[in-house]
C-alpha cells in the first residue's frame, strides 16, 4: 500500500497513539505522521503509509486552525490541560481590545514554543525537561501567521475568543494563547484547538479512527495517491526510455523549463501517468537535467 490517510484525530491521543492504531488496522509497519499535534487537540493529521514516508518533506507546509482562547488563566502547559498558575477575572476585556492585540500575531514574528512541547533542546524533548523540573533556555523561532479571523467572543470573568488562524509550519497555537494575554496583560491560555487543514488535507475531507476501521472491514479503503498530494508542486514526464534511466539514478537531460525552477523539488511522470518520484532540476554547464530525488 502507497499513500497517504487524512486522519481526524481525536482528544486524548497522542499523534504517535494514532500511528500504532493505524499499524494495527491497516496491518502495515511503514507508517509516519507529518506535523504533530497535541494530544488535547483534534483534527486534520495526515498520515504517509507505506513508501509514501519518504514524501513527507514534500507535503504543503501551511497549516490552519480552529482555536479557542480563555483569558484571565495562565498555565503551565499554555493550555488547560495544565496546572492553573494564575487566574483572575478580566470582565472589562472588550472585543475591541482583544481585536487589536490581536493584530501583533499576523505576519512573521519570533516565537518562544511552549516549555511543554516536543521541541528537542541539548538531545531532549523539552516536555521531558520540564516534567524533570529542569529550566533550559528555550530557542526562540521565527513563524509566519497568515491570517487571523475571529469567529466568535465570548464576554464574562473569564472571557473566550475563537479565532481562525491560517499558519506556516512550526507555529505553536498555544503560544498565541499565553503572548495575547501578555500583550492584554490579563493571562491567556488555549482551552480548545482544532486543526482544519494541514499538508494540504482538509478537516472536511479526514476519517476519524472509526471509520478507517470500518473502510477496512468493508475492504474499500483506499488510501490518497502520492500525485493528489503533491498537486502544489511542478511535474515533469519523460518518455518510457528517459524515465528508465531516471529510475536507474541516471541524469537524464531536459531542455523545457518553462514554468519550472532550477532546484526545487518536481514530480517525475512516464508517459501514461505513471508516478515514478522526486527531481530536481540543475543546470550542469550549458545543460539543464533532471536528476532522481527519490525513485519508486
Given at each position: ?222 488510501p490518497i495517491p502520492p500525485p493528489q498530494a503533491l498537486q502544489h508542486l511542478g511535474s515533469i514526464t519523460l518518455p518510457a ?17 518553462e514554468g519550472l525552477s532550477l532546484n526545487s523539488p518536481l514530480q517525475v511522470y512516464q508517459e501514461g501517468e505513471y508516478f ?5 532540476l540543475i543546470a550542469i554547464d550549458t545543460e539543464t537535467k533532471l536528476i532522481p530525488q527519490i525513485v519508486f
Amino acid at each position: 500500500m502507497l499513500g497517504f490517510l487524512n486522519l481526524n484525530k481525536p482528544a486524548g491521543f497522542t499523534s504517535h497513539d494514532c500511528v500504532a492504531r493505524v499499524r494495527r488496522l491497516l496491518q502495515m509497519k511503514r507508517i509516519g505522521h507529518g506535523g504533530t499535534l497535541d494530544p488535547a487537540a483534534t483534527g486534520v493529521l495526515p498520515i504517509a503509509l507505506g513508501k509514501a514516508t519518504r514524501l513527507l518533506q514534500f507535503l504543503q507546509s501551511q497549516k490552519a486552525y480552529k482555536a479557542t482562547i480563555q483569558l484571565g488563566i495562565t498555565t503551565t502547559t499554555d493550555d488547560l490541560e495544565g496546572d492553573i498558575i494564575t487566574s483572575q477575572p478580566v470582565s472589562y476585556l472588550s472585543l475591541e481590545q482583544v481585536t487589536t492585540a490581536l493584530q501583533q500575531f499576523q505576519g512573521k514574528f519570533e516565537q518562544i514554543p511552549p516549555r511543554y512541547s516536543a521541541i528537542q533542546v541539548q538531545g531532549k524533548r523539552l516536555y521531558d525537561l520540564a516534567r524533570a523540573g529542569e529550566n533550559v533556555e528555550i530557542p526562540v523561532r521565527s513563524v509566519e501567521v497568515f491570517q487571523i479571523d475571529i469567529l466568535d467572543w465570548r464576554p464574562g470573568d473569564f472571557p473566550q475568543i475563537e479565532v481562525a488562524i491560517a499558519c506556516g509550519a512550526g507555529t505553536y497555537i498555544r503560544a498565541i494563547a499565553r503572548d495575547l494575554g501578555r500583550v492584554l496583560q490579563t493571562g491567556g491560555t488555549l482551552a480548545k484547538l482544532i486543526r482544519t487543514q494541514s499538508s494540504g488535507f482538509h478537516l472536511a475531507d479526514s476519517l476519524t479512527l472509526e471509520q478507517l476501521a470500518s473502510q477496512v472491514e468493508q475492504d474499500n479503503f483506499q488510501p490518497i495517491p502520492p500525485p493528489q498530494a503533491l498537486q502544489h508542486l511542478g511535474s515533469i514526464t519523460l518518455p518510457a526510455e528517459i524515465a528508465q534511466k531516471w529510475c536507474q539514478g541516471q541524469k537524464v537531460p531536459y531542455n523545457t523549463t518553462e514554468g519550472l525552477s532550477l532546484n526545487s523539488p518536481l514530480q517525475v511522470y512516464q508517459e501514461g501517468e505513471y508516478f515514478l518520484g522526486i527531481g530536481y532540476l540543475i543546470a550542469i554547464d550549458t545543460e539543464t537535467k533532471l536528476i532522481p530525488q527519490i525513485v519508486f
